[in-house]
């Protein structure tokens, strides 16, 4: 199983971007996808987490701002930031707990990360 992220770059403050990553290999369900980031000297943090069913939960400092999304046709969650600030400037990486076998465990991976550069 892989996870493969893409849709960073460089973006001025309240710009906007959309992250993408796709989960591709041998997979029998995806649960719960979600992404995280991580800044320069700090702990990676969730950002925000949508359930197999469409449930969602956001860190409170993207709340109102990010949008995330899943097709699950397509084996893909989507992270669409709107308003973007400096603060939010980080590696963003995408994370799915997946079960690639009937009745076996679910485990979680995680993409490469990708980065997201918000300044003037």
């Known amino acids: 199983v892989q996870l493969q992220a893409s849709g960073g770059g460089l973006v001025q403050p309240g710009g906007s971007l959309r992250l993408s990553c796709a989960a591709s290999?041998?997979?029998?369900?995806?649960?719960?996808m979600g992404w995280y980031r991580q800044a320069p000297g700090k702990e990676r943090e969730l950002v925000a987490a949508?359930?197999?069913?469409?449930?969602?939960n956001y860190a409170d400092s993207v709340k109102g701002r990010f949008s995330i999304s899943r097709d699950n046709a397509k084996n893909t969650v989507y992270l669409q930031m709107n308003s973007l600030k400096p603060e939010d400037t980080a590696v963003y990486y995408c994370?799915?707990?997946?079960?690639?076998?009937?009745?076996?465990?679910?485990?979680?991976?995680w993409g490469q990360g990708t980065q997201v550069t918000v300044s003037s």
């Open positions: 949508i359930g197999s069913g469409g449930s969602t």
């Open positions: 290999g041998s997979m029998f369900s995806i649960n719960a």
């Open positions: 994370n799915a707990w997946i079960r690639t076998v009937i009745l076996g465990p679910v485990r979680d991976y």
